[in-house]
Each structure stands twice: as C-alpha cells, then as structure tokens.
Nanobody, 121 residues
Framework: QVQLVESGGGLVQAGDSLRLSCAVS????????LAWFRQAPGNERECVAA?????YYAASVKGRFTISRDNAKNTVYLQMNSLKSEDTAVYYC?????????????????WGQGTQVTVSS
C-alpha cells in the first residue's frame, strides 16, 4: 500500500521560508514522478512543482520554490522562499506510477493528506 505523509506546514509571515516534506512508503520514488499541488478555498487544485524526467514550476512560484528528492530517505521536499500571502493554501504531495511528469491532478495515483500553509501579510 502506497502512503504519503506531508509535514512542515504552518503559519509564517510574508517573506519567510518553509520546507515541506513528504515521506513516501510502499513505492520507490526514484522511479516515480512526484508533484506538489496546492488548493486554496474556492480555487481548483493547482500544480506548483513537479519532478520526473523533467522539472516543472508554476509561473507564480518559479524562482521562489524548489522541489527536490532524497531517494535514500524516499522523501520529496518543497523549499518555499519569499512566501507571499497568495501562497496560502493546503499543500499536497502526489506520486504516479511512472517517471513521466504531469501537471494535472488526475494523472497522479496517490496523494498525501495535505498540510496547511498560511502566510500573513
């Protein structure tokens, strides 16, 4: 059974940094595409970063967020710098069965429970 557990969310001020972690069990991340999505109230779930054969960043986070993975720990990270109030959302990590990266939520097979990030201005 594949499980993803996110951690690292919280309440920060604009300009601060946070690092989200997503520990994966039941599947080796070294052969998988991984992504971070976020969803704010009233908004659709959007992909902010994805990693597979290529790497993707949403325009709104490019240059501020970095997705990385530690294959030995089977964990994926999202480093978020220069946070803005509009980054406030629940953040989810997701994994799919192949290394082909996608940016659509329907392309991912397993999801974490989400972690809240709140940025005060």
């Amino acid at each position: 059974q594949v499980q993803l557990v996110e951690s690292g969310g919280g309440l920060v001020q604009a300009g601060d940094s946070l690092r989200l972690s997503c520990a994966v069990s039941g599947r080796r991340i070294s052969s998988s595409a991984l992504a971070w999505f976020r969803q704010a109230p009233g908004n659709e779930r959007e992909c902010v970063a994805a990693s597979g054969w290529a790497t993707y960043y949403a325009a709104s986070v490019k240059g501020r967020f970095t997705i990385s993975r530690d294959n030995a720990k089977n964990t994926v990270y999202l480093q978020m710098n220069s946070l803005k109030s509009e980054d406030t959302a629940v953040y989810y990590c997701a994994i799919r069965a192949t290394a082909a990266m996608l940016t659509t939520a329907t392309g991912y097979d397993y999801w974490g429970q989400g972690t809240q990030v709140t940025v005060s201005s």
